[in-house]
């Protein structure tokens, strides 16, 4: 590792987006979105009896929801935050600007901000598990963009035509053809708590005994934090084992700002493979749902008939 490679001034990055905004306290007044505040992380914590009480005093309704909000249902069903509605503003101008410039610039970073904006006070995308984020992502555009025609540009992997393009026979640019979006296969799967409710009755989960952290699902906030600070990274194919677990962990009082991915990566440094094998099965516990597209599409070319996985991104809202 390059002796300069400093992380621990970084993963700052809920505190310098000006959309940021704080989940809201019953009793007190909305906080100006402009200085840096604690975010609240998406924490469930470790002992059951204690989520428990954590979901019992925090699951409130968001009232007064403005008529011009309509409500997605995060495949998530809320079971990770501290509210258990979502109202979702219309896309304007000023959002569309956002998702144009998180396609020109290729940064996470502004489609949150963009949802963000999307979102009632006190409820912020940063926040968002990531399934939860890019489901949220597919409801806006199959919501506000219904005129709008998208359009995936697919190349065949048929076998025989690549031979015929190996042989001469036709052009490379043959294996591409462009469909239209109308016709993608949408697949959704809802989570399932009660898996992850048996698994952390029973799971060894000592190593976080004299840590600051608990398990708690990965945010959008994590992949902004990622992309951000560490992906240009020498080091980056070590650190990105790290992050897969360092993902998973949380402070335990939730009213501390989310730690930066290297603190957590050096705790992740410091644990047995037991540890990690713990941590992977609650990763696959918070992470199956959420949404997939796909695409089937016939070669013009070769007829032969794929199936591709395709994923949103900001060039989806252009
Ligand atoms: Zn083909």
Not at 5 to 21: C, H, N, P, R
Not at 35 to 64: G, H, N, W, Y
Not at 168 to 186: A, Q, R
């Amino acid at each position: 590792m390059s002796d300069n490679f400093s992380l621990s001034d970084l993963g700052s990055t809920q505190e310098s987006s000006a959309s940021f905004k704080l989940p809201k306290k019953a009793s007190s007044t909305p906080s100006t979105t402009n200085s840096p505040q604690p975010r609240k992380p998406a924490v469930i914590v470790t002992q059951l009896d204690d989520m428990e009480v954590v979901q019992e005093k925090s699951k409130k309704p968001v009232e007064q929801i403005d008529p011009k909000y309509l409500h997605a249902d995060l495949p998530s069903n809320f079971y990770f935050y501290d509210f258990d509605t979502l109202g979702v503003g219309p896309v304007l101008g000023f959002h569309q600007a956002k998702f144009s410039r998180a396609a020109k610039e290729k940064r996470t970073r502004y489609m949150v901000d963009a949802v963000s904006t999307l979102l009632p006070e006190g409820i912020s995308a940063w926040d968002l598990t990531i399934p939860d984020f890019y489901w949220l992502l597919y409801w806006i555009r199959m919501t506000y963009y219904t005129k709008v025609q998208l359009i995936h540009t697919a190349v065949c992997s048929n076998p025989k035509h690549i031979h015929r393009i190996q042989q001469g026979e036709l052009p490379k640019e043959s294996l591409v053809s462009v469909h239209t979006l109308s016709k993608s296969i949408l697949s959704e799967e809802v989570f399932d708590p009660k898996p992850l409710e048996a698994f952390l009755e029973t799971a060894d989960l000592s190593f976080l005994d004299n840590s600051p952290f608990t398990l708690a699902p990965s945010c959008i906030t994590d992949i902004v934090d990622i992309e951000e600070n560490l992906l240009s990274h020498e080091n980056y194919p070590e650190i990105e084992y790290l992050v897969d677990y360092a993902g998973y962990l949380q402070n335990k009082d939730p009213g501390i700002p989310r730690l930066s991915m290297q603190q957590r990566c050096e705790f992740v440094e410091t644990l047995t493979a037991e540890d990690l094998y713990t941590i992977e099965q609650f990763r696959t516990l918070v992470s199956a749902y959420g949404v997939e597209e796909s695409i089937r599409f016939t070669c013009p070319e070769c007829r032969a008939e794929s199936e591709t996985k395709i994923s949103i991104s900001a060039h989806s809202f252009l």
